[in-house]
């Protein structure tokens, strides 16, 4: 329609289309790369991590009164969990897993003690029912034996015989090899070796969290290893996994039982595995609410702005759209000149906007070194911003349309 | 009091250029009373946003009280208008959101009175303009013309030496115009220079001295020289004779 | 005239609420997402030790260990037990602290209360010294209580209120782990942040619960928690004291050096030290030998999340937009006035004086939006609070952040304001006197 009056109206009276379109512009970039920051981060905290996290739950246990016999005060433990009701299985493990303090381990495929021989693993102990009691998936090889199992002292950097390591902590060491029966060379220089018994399906890393290359790359490098602490500065640390929607009935009647068994104790750092990963995810969470809270307040800005400035137009104009009216422009003419008007103002902000997105972009990605922009953000974006822009000026330019004609003729 | 010779004021666009004051000549004395007439797009307006400061001009002399205008900063123009001329105009231009005491208010706070003398000064101003009961009212609260005697009390307040009113009465009925004149009369006879723009004939009638503007000139050059009481009878059939 | 411009302001503002609301809205959200990030960021990059971080020292020896660097990509800066054991008492810093962090069990006297375990930190005394640590009660231990491995303890105000009611304990005993602790000191709160003397573990997390002399951990065999320990694997035994034999990095040692000279003659020492060690086998091969002061050490440990760096970056182009929001409005505001301000100018007020009184006008805008701003900072603050505990000791206000706030409303405001008033007192006055 009446694109060139239009224009030619603005052109007179710029500075407001001008801000107008640049809000658009800044709002554009900063919602399109927002929009993508936050998938990315959802990707993120969407990757599967391994283990059955909504029926685990991990605590931490020490006597108040030292025992002789750490092994049997921890299989007593081990045997009362598991024979409670509603308990599908329980290990004592190294560290809560996917949970923050953690170990990491060198390990090598092969004699080389080059550096760049070595792959960063991170390192959990469990006894034979830790696969269970995780709820990891054996995908090739056995479990451990009862027999395997050691009972060791925390200091000691004993190794054991055999180990049960992930697919891509496989495929780290060996490539296309399959790993299972091959040695595995720990981190020092005395070519001390494992054998892997077990490959299992990919287990997150306690770093899965991690933003760094080395700690995005190597986020599925775990190992299990067939030990039990016994000495431990902060207590014994057992994971628990119960049947489908047991877990808060099992989290109490574990508490009873183990007092049951031994009064002189603590019982500490009870954390459900779903705590623990949302700790661990605590950071992406954050930046993903104050994203969406800042993306939104943004676009609400820009709406109240063109909002504003539409009303004010429309009042500054209120002769001459009387005049309109007089000369028979039909109140729909009135409304589909602001709306063009509107739909122009936004067509300028998005082609800024769009530089302006990618440019952001590319400094985002310096900074963050995140992967590079899904260019379909960009549509939905645009989308989003002409949508806004109509929706805003609707009201004020109802209100125009609603002006009578004989305005024209009185004095205001 | 005023002295503008060989004025010339050109308006520029993009494509044209319009002359609205071609080598214009106006010799006012202290204490007179002058209606300027002539019709729509004759320079009227130009000379009286000239000669009150609030245009600058591209040629000739201007002198107010004394004082050589050309050249003066913003600064100097802006002091100039504040202290030495009070300004009417047609659609009253009282600020509508300030009450009648705060309208009067507006100039001598930029003349940085102290409290007290403000005080004293609009509330002689508005006695004189017997608006005295009326100081808390808003604008919209009043007539057209209460409304227009308090822009002339606005105008006296600073106690101006030159008052320039253009179309004082054009948005007032007879009986309000007419008061309003008297009101303009008895300031002028205290001593106040006025001049005045006018479509009104019968309101030029009532100015001691008339001078008509056509093309952005002092139609009759003689007019301009010759003083009116000597025949005053002629001088107004000749100009009224062009008046619309 | 201040006085009279401010009230000029104040009627301006009532006689168009809707967008003078919307503009200080604009504003206060602006600034208030600003702040909201900005004193998290600040406070997660600020200095923690103002006046003595350019003193503080730590260092790296590293012993060969890349292999057990972990997901971060560099050296712990942490030291081994017998390192920490031969540098300590080197007459080149003024004073020094070694420390790590373990926990304990404590047997409260009061059967009302369980045992229970807390946070005890092993330290040498010159750790309340060089930390600045405040107490409420008593004072850190004697030297003697150092040198001799004595049995004397510090609680955190937090925990003796919890074992003593908060009461003036110094004297009293402190059973832990089945020894008994006297007091000498209740510190009162410490929290610097980040918790840059260690930076392993959760640096934003709370403060400690007790402190012993460190010279009791060959006695107490209290492992390190909270935080990495680095070892080089050999097959030695498998007791205490054979792990503080062990090639193993863990224990943090901070130095209290002078000037630049004494940095210069430490590096130099440390780098003596480790040659002097290659005799027994030490040292071998290529190691790195660093030193950091306090913010040299937060940016080596890129303790702040790039993350972070994003959304201020974010914030500030939000705040662009509100501002860009304000100034149209600002734009619709003053030329709606067209008429009043030519009639101003007739009546005399100069260019300067109308451009002063916007000025005014937009700083009321600025002020009123940064207060708007502040209410929702503290507003953003809170949630942040409340969805993410750990912030607690980093997120609150003070008088210096309430200060910027107001000032970068107001500035900001002003800057963004300039143009329109500016370009509204250009206006030539004689157009708008005729009848409209």
């Known amino acids: 329609m009446e694109i060139r009056p239009i224009l030619s109206a603005m052109w007179q009276n710029k500075t407001g289309p001008v801000l107008i379109s640049l809000q658009i512009a800044f709002t554009l970039a900063v919602v399109v790369n927002a929009m993508f920051l936050i998938n990315v981060r959802i990707e993120k905290m969407d990757r599967p991590v391994g283990i059955d996290t909504p029926n685990i739950y991990n605590l931490s246990t020490v006597p108040t009164v030292p025992v002789e016999g750490v092994r049997d005060f921890i299989e007593r433990d081990m045997a009362a969990i598991r024979s409670i009701p509603g308990v599908v299985d329980a290990s004592p493990v190294l560290t809560f897993l996917q949970g923050g303090s953690t170990r990491a381990e060198g390990y090598r495929p092969n004699e080389d003690l080059a550096d760049a021989n070595y792959r960063i693993v991170n390192v959990n102990f469990v006894d034979e029912h830790g696969l269970d009691a995780l709820g990891i998936e054996l995908l090739r090889g056995r479990n451990f034996r009862k027999d395997e199992i050691r009972y060791l002292d925390a200091n000691e950097r004993a190794l054991p015989d055999v180990a049960i390591l992930t697919e891509s902590m496989g495929r780290d060491l060996f490539g296309d090899e399959d790993p299972l029966g091959k040695d595995v060379y720990y981190a020092d220089e005395e070519n001390r070796t494992m054998r892997v018994i077990g490959v299992i399906k990919d287990v997150a890393a306690a770093w899965l969290a991690s933003d760094s290359p080395r700690g995005r790359k190597t986020v599925y490098n775990f190992m299990l290893q067939p030990f039990v602490e016994t000495k431990s500065g902060r207590g014994y640390n057992y994971a628990i996994r119960a049947e489908p929607g047991a877990l808060n009935a099992v989290m109490s009647e574990v508490e009873k039982k183990l007092f049951e068994v031994d009064p002189n104790r603590l019982i500490e750092r009870t954390y459900t595995q779903k705590e623990l990963l949302a700790r661990s995810y605590g950071t992406d969470r954050a930046v993903i609410q104050i994203l969406s809270i800042v993306a939104g307040l943004m676009v609400v800005i820009t709406a109240l702005g063109i909002v504003g400035l539409a009303s004010f137009t429309v009042n500054q104009r209120t002769r001459q759209i009387g005049t309109r009216r007089a000369l028979g422009a039909k109140r729909r003419d009135i409304l589909r000149y602001f709306i063009t008007e509107n739909v122009l103002l936004t067509t300028f902000g998005v082609v800024l906007g769009s530089f302006m997105a990618y440019g952001l972009h590319l400094a985002l990605f310096n900074l963050l070194r995140i992967p590079k922009l899904d260019p379909g953000y960009l549509p939905v974006g645009i989308v989003v911003l002409y949508l806004l822009g109509v929706l805003a000026v609707f009201g004020p330019a109802r209100r125009a349309s609603m002006i009578p004609p004989g305005i024209a003729s009185r004095t205001v | ?192 220079t006025i001049i005045m723009v006018t479509h009104d004939a019968e309101l030029a009638r009532r100015a001691r001295r008339n001078v008509h503007v056509l093309d952005g000139k002092v139609d009759d050059y003689s007019a301009y020289e010759s003083r009116l009481e000597a025949d005053e009878k002629d001088a107004r059939t000749t100009i009224n004779t062009n008046a619309e | 005239m201040f006085a009279y411009n401010l009230r000029l302001s104040w009627l301006s503002l009532k006689k168009t609420p809707v967008l003078s609301a919307l503009m200080i809205a604009a504003i206060g959200i602006g600034i208030g997402v600003c702040m909201t990030v900005f004193i998290v960021y600040a406070l997660m990059t600020g200095d923690p030790i ?386 409209q």
């Open chain 2, 1 to 192: 009091m005023l002295k503008m010779e060989n004025i010339s004021k050109i308006y520029r666009t993009d494509l044209i250029e319009t002359s609205a004051l071609r080598n214009f000549h106006l010799s006012v004395d202290a204490g007179e009373f002058v209606a300027v007439t002539g019709p729509s797009g004759s320079g009227k307006t130009t000379f009286l946003n000239i000669a009150g400061l609030l245009e600058q001009f591209d040629e000739g002399q201007y002198e107010l009280d004394g004082i050589n205008i050309a050249g003066l900063d913003d600064d100097a123009c802006s002091e100039i208008r504040n202290a030495k001329i009070g300004f009417i105009f047609q659609s009253f231009n009282l600020i509508p959101d300030l009450n009648v005491f705060d309208n009067v208010d507006v100039p001598l706070r930029y003349r940085g009175f102290g409290g007290a003398e403000r005080k004293r000064r609009i509330e002689r101003a508005l006695e004189t303009v017997g608006l005295s009961g009326r100081v808390k009212h808003l604008p919209s609260q009043l007539s057209g013309g209460q409304q227009q005697r308090v822009a002339i009390a606005r105008a006296l307040a600073g106690e101006p030496r030159l008052l320039l009113a253009d179309e004082p009465t054009g948005n007032l009925d007879s009986l309000m115009a007419r008061q309003v004149m008297e009101l303009l009369e008895q300031i002028n006879e205290q001593g106040t």
């Open chain 3, 50 to 435: 103002p006046a003595r971080s350019g003193h503080l020292y730590t260092y790296v020896l590293d012993n060969h260990l890349d292999e057990d660097r972990g997901p971060n990509d560099q050296a712990d800066p942490f030291v081994g037990y017998r390192d920490v054991i031969n540098l300590m008492g080197s007459d080149i810093p003024v004073d020094e602290s070694v420390h790590y962090q373990s926990s304990a069990v404590f047997h409260p006297d009061n059967a009302q209360i369980k045992p229970f375990r807390e946070v005890l930190r092993l330290a040498n005394n010159g750790f309340f010294r060089l930390f600045e640590v405040p107490f409420l009660y008593g004072s850190a231990w004697s030297d003697e209580a150092d040198t001799k491995a004595q049995f004397v303890i510090v609680l955190s105000r937090a925990l003796n209120d919890k074992l003593f009611g908060g009461v003036n304990s110094v004297g009293r005993k402190v059973d832990v782990d089945g020894h008994y602790f006297e007091v000498t000191g209740v510190t009162d709160d410490f929290s610097p942040i980040p918790r840059f003397f260690e930076t392993d573990g959760d640096v934003f997390d709370e403060t400690d619960g007790a402190y012993v002399p460190f010279s009791l951990t060959p006695q107490l065999k209290l492992a390190k928690s909270n935080g990495s320990v680095n070892c080089i694997a050999d097959s030695k035994g498998d007791s205490w004291e054979d792990f503080l034999d062990q090639e193993c990095t863990w224990i943090h040692h901070w130095v209290w050096l002078k000037d630049k000279a004494d940095r210069d003659r430490y590096l130099q020492m440390l780098k003596n030290y480790t040659v002097d060690q290659q005799q027994y086998g030490r040292y071998q091969g290529e190691y790195e030998v660093e030193i950091f002061n306090v913010m040299e050490f937060l940016k080596y440990r890129e303790l702040v999340n790039p993350a972070y760096v994003m959304l201020i970056g974010i914030a500030f182009m939000f705040l662009v937009v509100c501002l860009l929001n304000t100034n149209g409005l600002l734009f619709a505001k003053f030329s709606g006035r067209a008429g009043e301000i030519s009639v101003r100018r007739a009546l005399g007020c100069s260019k300067k004086r109308m451009f002063r009184q916007h000025l005014v006008e937009i700083a009321v805008i600025g002020v009123a939006g940064g207060v708007l701003g502040l209410i929702l900072a503290s507003g953003g603050l809170l949630a942040l609070k409340h969805m993410f505990p750990n912030y607690d000791n980093v997120a609150h206000l003070n008088v210096e952040l309430v200060s910027i706030a107001i000032l970068m409303s107001v500035v900001s405001t002003m800057i963004t304001g300039l143009y329109p008033a500016w370009r509204i007192c250009q206006l030539p006055p004689a157009r708008y006197l005729k009848a």
